[in-house]
């Protein structure tokens, strides 16, 4: 199975603040990759696809790049409803897996 | 509005059997993928299986292999899990959640069922 290594696992920050989660394929997936904010107690939302494509409705202060092994998720000036564990998850090769989070609080 | 929402699940005795149901509302079902994911407290995601919109194509994860089985009656909307022989290592909250197939994510999620294995 691929697995996606995401870091950090935990992240410190403030409102205004610019966020970067890195996620690591142990082998090449194209841009078959997707993240996903969870906010306790709800399920995932897909915020981006393709490895860069924004979801309808996703601010645009969400980005994502990468392709092959190497992905990052950037968040641009963070406000108070991000603060939540986001996932990557690739959707190349079955079993799909996913990344093992990074929480990004307060 | 395009929802899915899971069923079933609840407490079962190590060996026992539960099965979860998916229902969609809103969007053309029979179009779309349907994955199960499921998610320990506090933990990560972890994948269980998919079926095609046409149940011609099914995958699980080795874990569940010969012991969970997925089907879907797109008549009903819906997709079931059959979940037998379970494991307290099976304990999760499980997700139904759609993918159209063409490399958008999976955009629709339903709000899980808890799932609870114990004697």
């Known amino acids: 199975a691929i697995q996606l290594t995401q870091s950090p696992a935990s992240l410190s920050a403030a409102v205004g603040d610019r966020v970067i989660i890195t996620c690591r394929a142990s082998r090449g997936i194209d841009r078959d990759l997707a993240w996903y904010q969870q906010k306790p107690g709800k399920s995932p939302n897909l915020l981006i696809y393709?490895?860069?494509s924004l979801k309808s409705g996703v601010p645009s202060r969400f980005s994502g790049r990468g392709s092959g092994t190497e992905f990052t998720l950037t968040i641009s000036g963070l406000q108070p409803e991000d603060f939540a564990t986001y996932f990557c998850h690739q959707f190349n090769t079955y079993p799909l897996t996913f990344g093992g989070g990074t929480e990004v609080e307060i | 509005q395009e929802h899915l929402v899971e069923s079933g699940g609840g407490l079962a005795k190590p060996g026992g059997s539960l099965r979860l149901s998916c229902t969609a509302s809103g969007f053309t079902f029979s179009d779309y993928y349907i994955n199960w994911i499921r998610q320990v407290p506090g933990k990560g995601l972890e994948w269980v299986s998919y079926?095609?919109?046409?149940?011609?194509?099914?995958?699980?994860r080795d874990s569940v292999k010969g012991r969970f089985i997925v089907s879907r009656d797109n008549n009903k909307r819906a997709v079931y899990l059959q979940m037998n022989n379970l494991r307290v290592e099976d304990t999760a909250t499980y997700y139904c959640a759609r993918d159209s197939g063409f490399g958008e994510g999976m955009d629709v999620w339903g709000q899980g069922t808890t799932v609870a294995v114990s004697s």
């Open positions: 079926i095609g919109g046409s149940s011609r194509t099914i995958y699980y």
């Open positions: 393709g490895a860069s």
